[in-house]
């Protein structure tokens, strides 16, 4: 109703004219009830609740001074009413304690559903829980996470915005900030909201109050120059007329929000032109809005400006354009039409009824000659049509209608006014899914852009990042951190990074897990082609030392050193060097088999010649004694003898070993590295123990015996190369023991090359080196006269 307590509202003043344009519209057809005509009181409630319960208990008890129809003198037996949800709740306790119904037309707030406190309450304007529903679907289809809050200081706008909170929260989304207007308007108080939400730097605002509260906002935001907002408008002002004036054009244009269905209801916008003060005499309000519309005076003693000019009464209201005259956004208009016409359906039920079939205990009906509004109540609670614009009319248990709601888009037009664009439909009884249906193309947002604008504390997090909270701010608000090696994510703005599966390890961008590489010493590694070239390069030396000694076999110096014994261990040692060869490449199981029994084999058959050759040294200059004869157990046949002994037990032990539990392939997954280690399981760690504690006893045996014969005449012996060779050897392969352990993947393999390479070049440096230095660079000592000279301190003993 018009609220002329504090300012005339032409568009309330619409509203009312629609609830009387309904009933005698009903009244004149008379099909929907026939011999039978409503009528009508009305009352103002200025806004505030003192007004709003006097009225209401002026129309329960039928006595006061409102608006009343032709056809009304008595208490009435519903209320339509009143607009503002505040209002109606207060309203609502009383008429629910009285047993009489209220159908509001305005009144949204989700509060007012619960029937324990509101038993009577009815309303043909949808729960604002819908309405949040709606605005929670349409932030999270443009993908803000950063929205703002204003909220009016009244149920409506609180209520709203708590529900919005907690929805929006559900998927993500933040709210920044919640500013309430208050109700005094105090521009200090307007301008340290508007200064809020400009320090927030949120591009998405969420305005949720009624049509006075949301002017007093915009006209601080257009005197401090806030620009760049994404309006989000509630249903209560997403389509006032007010707001669409030039001088909102810039800070409003692209507002987007839900509003309820419009109707162009026939016959409405000429019974609304056709308004005379002389055929209203009644109507309190016909005066003022007169005036304020034609900007005239009826007594010149109003307090008009004393430029106006005295109303004739006559003026034609078909030539003014105005929030009254128009009706090309009538949707409150049209909440208040159903709600005339559920009335007027429910008073048809109850004619209707039939005795000993009616709704009330032992069949009874309604005493139709006086209705009661506990029996009218009933009828209301469980009427259901079809309005005339194919739309179904009927109330929940809640005594909320259906809700269905337009996405209104505010785009200019050519002529530089404002239209309510539909872009998008919501429909509450359809699944989750399919609620909301919007047409992005034809949105224009604000500050003419048709690209979405975007609101967020924080960008989003790409694939292969993940979501880091800032402490003490916001979900919302996060920095994106990198996923650990193996780790990926991928998708947008994720929580987790997922480690890969123990064979897949994580893309450079860490958005896929891809197969790991698998890792062995291969020939086109660089570390596996520097040992195959040291390899290949011992094994030369190797050959070429042989050739030296086979071109000079008949020289003393390689007599002198038992032929036969220096070529087996040349030949020994070029195995060792080739078995080297054998660790290199993709581990298969022959190779794993070959590579540790034929070093360890090769190894003992060359520490069992150099230990058969130390032990004839020793003994032969024992032999020198009168008398010795030990030489006969020392001879050709019994070297030959303890080397083959020497090394069956080695060939023993790796027979056992390869039938038992032999080196196979093994594919080592570890989740911290990148790679597949493909390497050679010992099999038996007891086995390749005692394979290199084997090596290990010989090698020690024979340093310990050629230690023992350092003393010995050096032209006689070489006893002292081999004790040198031997102190090489023993000193590879213990640091090799630690050094394998701690080694991880290939370079354990690279590291037991080495220790074979390095103690196999000991070896031919240390026992042959000198004698072809001899053979090849000094051959003048290469005589016999020379091999049986003793050095100058034996001579002196």
């Not at 016909?286 to 034609?294: D, H, M, R, S, Y």
């Not at 006014?417 to 539909?422: A, D, L, M, P, Y």
């Amino acid at each position: 109703m018009p609220t002329s307590c504090t300012g005339f509202s032409f568009r309330t003043f619409r509203w009312m004219q629609t609830m009387i344009f309904a009933i005698e519209e009903i009244n004149s057809q008379g099909h929907l009830l026939p011999n039978i005509t409503l009528g009508y009181r009305i009352y103002d409630s200025c806004s505030t609740t003192f007004h709003a319960l006097r009225a209401a208990m002026a129309l329960v008890n039928g006595h006061g001074s409102g608006i009343a129809g032709p056809y009304c003198s008595a208490a009435v037996p519903v209320i339509i009413g009143d607009g503002g949800s505040s209002l109606s709740m207060v309203v609502a306790r009383l008429l629910g304690i009285l047993q009489l119904p209220q159908v509001s037309y305005f009144s949204s707030c989700e509060c007012l559903s619960h029937k324990e406190q509101f038993p009577t309450f009815l309303r043909t304007m949808p729960s604002d829980l819908f309405q949040v529903e709606a605005l929670t679907l349409l932030v999270r289809h443009f993908g803000w996470t950063w929205v703002g809050t204003v909220a009016g200081d009244d149920d409506y706008g609180r209520q709203g915005v708590h529900i919005f909170s907690q929805e929006v929260e559900k998927y993500g989304a933040c709210v920044a900030f919640l500013e309430i207007i208050p109700k005094s308007h105090y521009m200090e108080q307007m301008s340290i909201i508007v200064e809020r939400i400009r320090l927030s730097g949120v591009r998405v605002v969420l305005l949720f109050a009624l049509e006075q509260d949301v002017v007093a906002l915009f006209q601080a935001v257009l005197r401090q120059n806030l620009t760049g907002i994404q309006w989000l408008a509630s249903e209560a002002w997403v389509t006032a007329s007010v707001l669409a004036g030039p001088q909102y054009h810039l800070i409003l244009q692209g507002t987007v929000g839900f509003a309820i269905r419009r109707a162009d209801i026939p016959g409405l916008g000429p019974f609304l032109t056709r308004l005379r003060p002389a055929t209203t005499p009644s109507n309190p309000y016909i005066t003022e809005f007169w005036e304020k519309t034609f900007g005239c005076t009826f007594d010149g003693v109003t307090h008009s400006p004393e430029s106006w000019t005295r109303c004739t009464g006559l003026e034609q209201l078909t030539n003014v354009r105005n929030i009254y005259t128009d009706v090309t956004q009538l949707r409150i208009s049209y909440n208040v039409y159903k709600a005339v016409y559920a009335v007027a359906h429910a008073v048809r039920a109850m004619f209707q009824c039939n005795a000993g079939r009616g709704p009330f205990p032992q069949g009874a009906c309604p005493d139709t000659s006086r209705i009661q509004p506990w029996e009218l109540l009933y009828y209301i609670q469980r009427i259901e049509f079809t309005t005339a614009f194919e739309e179904k009319m009927r109330f929940d248990k809640n005594g909320d209608p259906v809700a269905t709601y337009d996405l209104i888009n505010w785009q200019m037009s050519d002529s530089g006014t404002v239209r309510f664009v539909t872009v998008g439909r919501f429909d509450g009884t359809l699944p989750p899914n399919r609620k909301l249906k919007i047409s992005d193309q034809d949105i224009i947002w604000n500050g003419n852009q048709t690209q979405v604008p975007q609101s967020a504390c924080s960008r989003s997090c790409p694939p292969g990042t993940r979501k880091a909270i800032k402490p003490r701010l916001p979900v919302c608000c996060f920095d994106c951190v990198v996923c650990a090696v193996g780790e990926v994510s991928n998708q947008t703005d994720a929580v987790e990074c997922e480690k890969c599966l123990a064979e897949f390890w994580s893309n450079e961008q860490r958005d896929a897990c891809v197969p790991k590489q698998v890792e062995y010493l291969s020939f086109h590694d660089a570390m596996g082609t520097t040992l195959l070239a040291v390899a290949l390069l011992g094994a030369c030396c190797t050959m070429a030392v042989a050739a030296v000694f086979v071109c000079y076999r008949n020289t003393p110096i390689v007599r002198a050193n038992n032929s036969e014994l220096s070529f087996l261990i040349l030949s020994a040692l070029g195995l060792c060097f080739v078995c080297a060869v054998l660790f290199i490449g993709r581990p298969t199981p022959w190779s794993c088999m070959l590579r540790h029994t034929a070093f360890s084999i090769a190894f003992v058959l060359c520490i069992s010649c150099i230990l058969g050759k130390t032990v004839v040294v020793l003994m032969a200059f024992r032999a020198t004694l009168p008398g010795s004869t030990v030489m006969r157990w020392f001879g050709p046949w019994q070297q030959r003898a303890s080397i083959f002994l020497c090394t069956l037990v080695q060939v023993l032990i790796c027979g056992v070993w390869l039938g038992m539990a032999p080196p196979l392939p093994q594919r080592l997954l570890p989740r911290e590295t990148p790679h597949i280690l493909l390497l050679c399981n010992v099999g038996s760690a007891v086995a390749f123990s005692l394979v290199l504690g084997y090596i290990g006893l010989l090698a020690a045996v024979c340093f310990l015996l050629a230690f023992l014969a350092r003393k010995l005449p050096d032209n006689f012996n070489e006893a002292k190369f081999i004790t040198f060779s031997m102190l090489i050897f023993c000193t590879v392969w213990v640091a090799f023991v630690p050094a394998y352990i701690s080694s991880p993947g290939k370079y354990s393999t690279a590291t037991e090359i080495f220790a074979i390479l390095a103690s196999s070049f000991g070896l031919l440096v240390c026992l042959f080196f000198p004698k072809c230095y001899i053979i090849l660079l000094k051959p003048e000592k290469n005589n016999r006269k020379h091999m049986m000279v003793k050095s100058t301190s034996d001579k002196q003993y």
